[in-house]
């Protein structure tokens, strides 16, 4: 009788549906901590656990980062095409807020890759990345999203 009174708790649907609907429970908060705090996934890992009692393998985050796009790390040639862009942006007299996928890329991130690599001078046509958008400014939305994704 008493495990018929605690069928109601216990989770509906596939393994995986759980499992993914528990994830999308926290998908904000870890996008919070490892996103716009800039936490390291180890750092985030112990959050979530400490916090929220989430625990899971590191293996298992960044296949979910990756599922969700939540990646930090942008190659070279991509960061050579935002300073391309942002050097003729400025010759242009364009403000310019860049993106990685749908994340904001700190203008403070951008100015250190430049110093630490000493990029040449930037060429007048660049090429683009598909995974970056820019737009001017006062065209990201609060959260630091681009509202819209044209070329200003």
Avoid at 57 to 74: G, P, S
Avoid at 104 to 118: G, L, S, W
């Amino acid at each position: 009788m008493l495990s018929s009174s605690l069928t109601h708790l216990a989770p509906t649907g596939s393994p995986e549906t759980w499992n993914n609907q528990k994830w999308s429970t926290h998908k904000d908060e870890i996008y919070r901590m490892y996103i716009v705090d800039n936490n390291t996934l180890q750092t985030t890992m112990q959050r979530m656990e400490g916090k929220l009692g989430f625990k899971a393998k590191e293996r298992t985050w960044k296949i979910k980062l990756k599922e969700w796009e939540f990646e930090k790390h942008i190659s070279q040639e991509t960061m050579r095409i935002i300073v391309a862009k942002a050097e003729k942006r400025a010759r242009d007299g364009k403000d310019t807020v860049f993106f990685h996928r749908q994340f904001p890329i700190p203008a403070q991130r951008i100015e250190n890759y430049k110093k630490r690599k000493a990029t040449k001078a930037a060429r007048i046509a660049s090429p683009s990345a598909d995974t970056i958008k820019y737009c001017i400014p006062h065209a990201a939305t609060r959260d630091g999203r681009p509202a819209d994704w044209r070329v200003h």
